[in-house]
C-alpha cells in the first residue's frame, strides 16, 4: 500500500482507479484499510476542487418543493396569499423574518439558507 497526497487531476484518477478496483475489499484486510484512506483522500480532493454552493433560498424553496410534490397554492398559508407565493418564487419580493421562520418549520430548511442574500428580477 502505497499512498500519496492527491496534488494534480492525475493524481486524482489514479486514485480513483485504484479506489475501484480495492472498493470491496474484505473488511480487515489491507485493501480495505487502503480503501478507506483513499476515499478519505478522493473526497478532500474533490471538495477542495470541484466545490459545490449552496442554492439560494428561493432555489432551495423551489427544491423543496419539488421533493415534497408540493405546489406553490400548497405555500399560501406559510408565505402568504397566491400573489406573494408568486412574488417571492419569482423573484419580485424577498422573504421576511415571518416568511424564513415558517419556512423553516414548515418546509425543514435551515433559517441559514433562507436568510442568504439574492438577487431580484425587475
Not at 73 to 98: A, H, M, Q
Request: charge should be negative; aromatic fraction near 4%.
Amino acid at each position: 500500500m502505497e499512498l500519496r497526497p492527491i496534488k494534480t487531476e492525475d493524481d486524482y484518477q489514479a486514485a480513483l482507479m485504484r479506489l475501484e478496483k480495492i472498493f470491496d475489499a474484505p473488511v480487515g484486510t489491507v485493501e480495505s484499510d487502503e480503501a478507506d484512506i483513499l476515499a478519505l483522500m478522493v473526497d478532500d480532493y474533490e471538495k477542495k476542487k470541484y466545490p459545490i454552493e449552496a442554492p439560494d433560498p428561493i432555489e432551495a424553496i423551489k427544491i423543496r418543493m419539488e421533493e415534497l410534490e408540493l405546489k406553490q397554492k400548497d405555500l399560501v398559508n406559510i408565505i402568504g396569499g397566491k400573489s406573494r407565493v408568486s412574488e417571492v418564487l419569482n423573484r419580485k419580493r424577498r422573504l421576511t423574518v415571518e416568511m424564513i421562520r415558517n419556512l423553516t418549520e414548515k418546509l425543514h430548511l435551515s433559517p441559514g439558507l433562507l436568510i442568504s442574500d439574492y438577487e431580484l428580477l425587475n
